[in-house]
């Protein structure tokens, strides 16, 4: 079984433009290419302010995160499922500057993990997609989306990885 049939999908919302400031997690784990499990947990965002177009977005605000766990106590969740696998996110390089901006913020030493983009890899498996947005995406191959919800939001790309795995068997291996 190849390590791609392992892997964990990530999704974070933010509360403002810092990479920091994540104030939700979404987890997927995929394992012998099934979903395994997941997580999910608000964070209280550093620094703790909300941008209002994020707020309509994804529906969080100050008062749901004010007591929440800070990044730094919702970590080793989070590394326990994530620990050793490739992760997976729809549009990648924003979900891995928070992880990576958040993870250094509170000097968490972890090994960083190989990123894929489902974003970039639709476009690649689906090029005649009307535009691959992860609702689009979702909506095109009948993937459940509850969109800007975190777990929801992971679970769906994980879903995408899977689907993925068909169409680009090459990435894969």
């Known amino acids: 079984m190849n390590k791609k049939t392992n892997f ?28 395994s499990g997941s997580f999910c947990s608000l964070i209280k965002p550093e620094p703790f302010y909300f941008v209002p177009e994020f707020i309509e977005i994804h529906g969080i605000r100050p008062e749901h995160t004010a007591y929440a766990p800070d990044f730094e106590e919702v970590w080793p969740e989070m590394k ?23 993870l250094r913020f509170y000097g968490i030493d972890f090994e960083e993990p190989e990123f894929f983009c489902t974003c970039r890899l639709s476009r690649q498996a689906w090029p005649h997609f009307e535009n691959h947005k992860l609702s689009t995406v979702c909506r095109m191959l009948n993937i459940p989306l509850d969109h800007h919800k975190a777990d929801s939001d992971a679970n769906a790309c994980a879903l995408i990885a899977l689907k993925l795995r068909e169409e680009l068997e090459k990435i894969f291996q």
């Open 8 to 35: 964990a999908a990530i999704d974070f919302e933010t509360a403002n433009y810092e990479p920091t400031s994540a104030c939700a997690v979404g987890i997927t784990v995929v394992k012998n290419g099934k979903i």
């Open 80 to 102: 326990k499922r994530i620990e050793g696998l490739p992760l997976f996110a729809h549009n990648a390089p924003f979900d891995k500057k928070v992880l990576l901006s958040c």
